[in-house]
T-cell receptor, first 113, second 112 residues
Framework: NAGVTQTPKFQVLKTGQSMTLQCAQD?????MSWYRQDPGMGLRLIHYSVGAGITDQGEVPNGYNVSRSTTEDFPLRLLSAAPSQTSVYFCASSSDNGGTEAFFGQGTRLTVV | DAKTTQPTSMDCAEGRAANLPCNHSTISGNEYVYWYRQIHSQGPQYIIH???NNETNEMASLIITEDRKSSTLILPHATLRDTAVYYCIPRGGSSNTGKLIFGQGTTLQVKP
């Protein structure tokens, strides 16, 4: 049982490049979300999804796109990377709205130069 | 989303109980109180959650006041490996999004 898997673990991008951070879960969870964590700060919600085909914006959505075509996958797309997007990105999933815990991946450390 | 207030930092002696308070006075009636911790830059780790009653598991105990406006996470015998940032997060309720809104948390330093 892999849980929540994020790839890649590390990435360096040049300003203006685009890329997709992958998140996959094998627990058949309906709820998934993306967070970013800047140095010394708490996690901030970027986008979230309550099921396949349904996504919504979180606290800091600008510069990021998401889609949810399957229950298992929730990719995060950086359209045109900027140095301000240098951060650690975490993906999470849960089976319901609040009664059970959310599981987190181990993160993707992204550096934009 | 309900707001939370936690101390910025706390120290605890190894082997002693660590009591981490959280104020969540705007929590709605059907929101759970969740506690997560983050060690270094690893993914947040679930500790415990509760709605109204006190809860205990193998990691910790959660005490929720009767008016649900505050709670306390108790690590009964803190070890050096419990040094981490601890987050108290209301979650659930009528929003039906499953999302977690993190505050700044409490940095717990367990000292030998």
């Amino acid at each position: 049982n892999a849980g929540v898997t994020q790839t890649p673990k590390f990435q360096v991008l040049k300003t203006g490049q685009s890329m997709t951070l992958q998140c996959a879960q094998d627990m058949n969870h309906e709820y998934m979300s993306w967070y970013r964590q800047d140095p010394g700060m708490g996690l901030r919600l970027i986008h979230y999804s309550v099921g396949a085909g349904i996504t919504d914006q979180g606290e800091v959505p600008n510069g990021y796109n998401v889609s949810r075509s399957t229950t298992e996958d929730f990719p995060l797309r950086l359209l045109s990377a900027a140095p301000s997007q240098t951060s650690v990105y975490f993906c999470a999933s849960s089976s319901d709205n609040g009664g059970t815990e959310a599981f987190f991946g181990q993160g993707t450390r992204l550096t934009v130069v | 989303d309900a707001k939370t207030t936690q101390p910025t930092s706390m120290d605890c002696a190894e082997g002693r109980a660590a009591n981490l308070p959280c104020n969540h006075s705007t929590i709605s009636g059907n929101e759970y109180v969740y506690w997560y911790r983050q060690i270094h830059s690893q993914g947040p780790q679930y500790i415990i959650h509760g709605l109204k009653n006190n809860e205990t598991n193998e990691m910790a105990s959660l005490i929720i006041t009767e008016d649900r406006k505050s709670s306390t996470l108790i690590l009964p015998h803190a070890t050096l490996r419990d040094t981490a940032v601890y987050y108290c997060i209301p979650r659930g309720g009528s929003s039906n999004t499953g999302k977690l809104i993190f505050g700044q948390g409490t940095t717990l330093q367990v000292k030998p």
